[in-house]
């Protein structure tokens, strides 16, 4: 059965991009245009990995992955950020808050694809 | 990956310095016109009117010659406060309608390539799929597969056969009875040739008789026996000649059927090797056929790579919109801010940059801000 991949991020460009990447690497994905709207999509579903945006409306990525974390059955899943963000200080917020990767955009869809595959559970 | 990219050094400020905000609102103007233009298709003119408008309001709040920035203006409020709270939002409006049609347009690029590239994943896959293998002795084994196919091929020419050693045979016995004939003819050549001899004779005991009563009809008798068999031995003549060219024609035959006598042994064989021929000519045809879809295959895979370098590059279109979005945020503060506070000093000006600086969230953004550095971009994937 396929692995399940939910992508976080307002811009409808990169969700496809991100999308295409991963399905053709065999996985099934699940979108969320911000924090709020991927908050409202843990219902129970499967996830085995979360890549999500840092700076979006009405709930940043950072505040989605510390919610996350307080989420009983989502609390293990594992989060990278793909973002145009690359300041220190915030990847060190990231790093704390529990991601296990941080890609900065531009990225290459490959880069992407093997991150996901090493830290699919 | 680290790319660098080269930034131009403004010129330094020279004589009258315009207020700060004016500076900053014509800067961002410059900026987004030139942000705007780099995007090019519809944005393009907005771009060059911004940059256009930006670069006029800068250098127009530098002449001294132009009126003063602290005129007042109608209800007490400054000339360039009045302009900033109704032009800038103007702006703000035109940026985040491009950034929506930017984002439309690339959205469904996005969605074209994605199918292009979802039917080429189809066509590559179909064809990897699709294979076939000829093992050694795979031509033995269709053949014999395929024996009772073959034999009845081989059914119509054996029957076709059979007629014409049925035909041979008959042209045999022909042989025989012309024999007969021949020697039919010969007879009767050889009476012929009695009855002229004794219509001879006839004739010669006439003669003795000499000057009886029947004299004259032994003669004629004689004659007429004479006659007859003149005109048996031509016609034994022309039966014989007639027999001989049929015996010719037929004994012509005969040999040529036995000459092309074909067993089916050596029928059997013969299909086997044309069964053969047939499908070595059609697995070589298969062969060349496969090796094109081979070829197909590759083209389809290379040209899956080059759309994949074309959704890394759709990737600015995702940056542009995000450093439109702040700029026109920005302006929309700004103009808040600067009809709440007609009276700004340098420091709220340097403080309006420093918070600026402080909320950008690319390193492009944070270069561009002080116009004199490069550009470090980090690309790749940091694990923690």
């Given at each position: 059965m396929a692995k399940t991949v939910m992508i976080v991020d307002d811009s409808g460009s990169f969700r496809v991009v991100v999308k295409l990447a991963l399905q053709k690497a065999g996985y099934e994905t699940v979108e969320a245009v911000d924090g709020k709207d991927a908050v409202g999509k843990l219902d129970g579903r499967k996830l085995n990995l979360i890549v999500c945006d840092v700076n979006m409306p009405n709930m940043d990525g950072l505040t989605?992955?510390?919610?996350?974390?307080?989420?009983?059955?989502y609390k293990f899943t594992p989060v990278i950020m793909l973002t145009t963000e690359s300041q220190e200080?915030?990847?060190?917020?990231?790093?704390?808050a529990g991601a296990r990767a941080w890609i900065t955009k531009p990225f290459q869809p490959s880069q992407l694809v093997d991150a996901v595959n090493k830290l699919c559970v | 990956m680290t790319t660098t990219t080269a930034v131009a050094v403004p010129a330094p400020d020279e004589g009258a310095a315009p207020g700060p905000w004016l500076r900053w609102a014509a800067a961002v103007a410059v900026g987004a016109g030139v942000l705007l233009a780099w995007v090019g298709g519809a944005a393009a003119p907005l771009g060059a009117l911004?940059?256009?408008?930006?670069?006029?309001?800068?250098?127009?709040?530098?002449?001294?010659?132009?009126?003063?920035?602290?005129?007042?203006?109608?209800?007490?409020?400054?000339?360039?406060?009045?302009?900033?709270?109704?032009?800038?939002?103007?702006?703000?409006?035109?940026?985040?309608?491009?950034?929506?049609?930017?984002?439309?347009?690339?959205?469904?690029?996005?969605?074209?390539?994605?199918?292009?590239?979802?039917?080429?994943?189809?066509?590559?896959?179909n064809l990897a799929s699709f294979s076939v293998t000829a093992q050694p002795g795979a031509v033995d084994d269709a053949v014999r597969a395929e024996t009772p196919a073959l034999q009845a091929l081989t059914s119509a020419s054996q029957r076709a056969f059979e007629q014409r050693d049925a035909a041979v045979a008959a042209l045999a016995e022909c042989r025989e009875s012309l024999l007969q004939l021949q020697q039919l003819a010969k007879?009767?050549?050889?009476?012929?040739?009695?009855?002229?001899?004794?219509?001879?004779?006839?004739?010669?005991?006439?003669?003795?008789?000499?000057?009886?009563?029947n004299e004259g009809g032994s003669l004629a008798v004689a004659v007429e026996l004479r006659t007859l068999a003149g005109r048996m031995a031509g016609i034994g003549e022309e039966v014989e000649r007639g027999v001989l060219k049929l015996q010719a024609v037929v004994k012509t035959a005969c040999r040529d059927g036995e000459i092309n006598d074909t067993a089916p042994e050596e029928l059997r064989?013969?299909?086997?090797?044309?069964?053969?021929?047939?499908?070595?000519a059609l697995l070589a045809a298969l062969g060349a056929?496969?090796?094109?879809?081979?070829?197909?295959?590759?083209?389809?895979?290379?040209?899956?790579?080059?759309?994949?370098?074309?959704?890394?590059?759709?990737?600015?279109?995702?940056?542009?919109?995000?450093?439109?979005?702040?700029?026109?945020?920005?302006?929309?503060?700004?103009?808040?801010?600067?009809?709440?506070?007609?009276?700004?000093?340098?420091?709220?000006?340097?403080?309006?940059?420093?918070?600026?600086?402080a909320s950008y969230t690319m390193e492009e953004q944070r270069s561009h801000h002080h116009g004199n550095v490069h550009v470090e971009r980090s690309a790749g994937v940091e694990f923690f």
């Open positions: 989605f992955l510390k919610h996350l974390k307080t989420t009983g059955s200080a915030k990847k060190a917020e990231g790093k704390a | 911004l940059a256009a408008a930006g670069g006029t309001l800068y250098a127009t709040r530098r002449a001294p010659t132009v009126a003063p920035a602290a005129e007042t203006g109608p209800g007490g409020r400054h000339g360039a406060e009045v302009m900033v709270s109704q032009v800038v939002p103007v702006w703000s409006r035109q940026m985040e309608v491009t950034r929506d049609a930017a984002n439309e347009g690339l959205a469904q690029l996005l969605q074209t390539f994605s199918d292009m590239s979802g039917t080429l994943s189809q066509l590559t896959d007879q009767s050549r050889e009476i012929a040739r009695h009855m002229r001899l004794v219509a001879f004779n006839a004739s010669i005991e006439a003669n003795r008789a000499g000057g009886g009563r064989l013969e299909i086997d090797l044309r069964a053969r021929e047939a499908l070595v056929s496969l090796q094109g879809s081979a070829q197909v295959h590759q083209a389809g895979a290379s040209l899956r790579d080059q759309i994949d370098s074309v959704f890394m590059n759709f990737q600015f279109g995702d940056r542009v919109s995000q450093m439109m979005s702040i700029v026109a945020n920005d302006m929309s503060n700004f103009a808040r801010w600067v009809a709440a506070n007609p009276m700004a000093t340098q420091s709220d000006a340097a403080e309006w940059l420093a918070t600026l600086e």
